[in-house]
């Protein structure tokens, strides 16, 4: 299995940004659709937004559309989620994950299990 590494969270305000990074040694992620997923305690993973392989088409949660941005940075093997204009609401631990097909984006995420460690993002007032 692929081993995702999520990094780039932190402690940010309302209104602030930040820009997560999904690398994963030995695998190029150019080949496989990928996504983000968040997670608050006592809630349900969510996707947040998925991109595929061939085309680079984008989705997104409505939550997050047209404030984040989900892209591949593949010299650096990694995928990107610009992260603008955050809201307490955005506070989570966030994870990236293979999607084929952004399967998982669309139904929700249960039976998926490569979990990585995650990023956390907290913001405050």
């Known amino acids: 299995q692929v081993q995702l590494t999520e990094s780039g969270g932190g402690l940010v305000q309302a209104g602030g940004s930040l820009r997560l990074s999904c690398g994963a040694s030995?695998?190029?992620?150019?080949?496989?659709?990928m996504a983000w997923f968040r997670q608050t305690p006592g809630k349900k993973r969510e996707g947040v937004s998925c991109i595929t392989k061939s085309d680079g088409t984008t989705h997104y949660s409505e939550s997050v559309k047209g404030r984040f941005t989900i892209s591949r940075d593949n010299i650096k093997n990694a995928v990107i989620l610009q992260m603008n204009n955050l809201t307490l609401e955005d506070t989570a631990v966030y994870y990236c994950?293979?999607?084929?097909?952004?399967?998982?984006?669309?139904?929700?995420?249960?039976?998926?299990?490569?979990w990585g460690q995650g990023t956390q993002v907290t913001v405050s007032a």
């Open positions: 030995g695998h190029p992620l150019a080949a496989y659709v």
């Open positions: 994950a293979i999607d084929p097909g952004c399967f998982f984006f669309r139904i929700g995420p249960a039976q998926y299990t490569n």
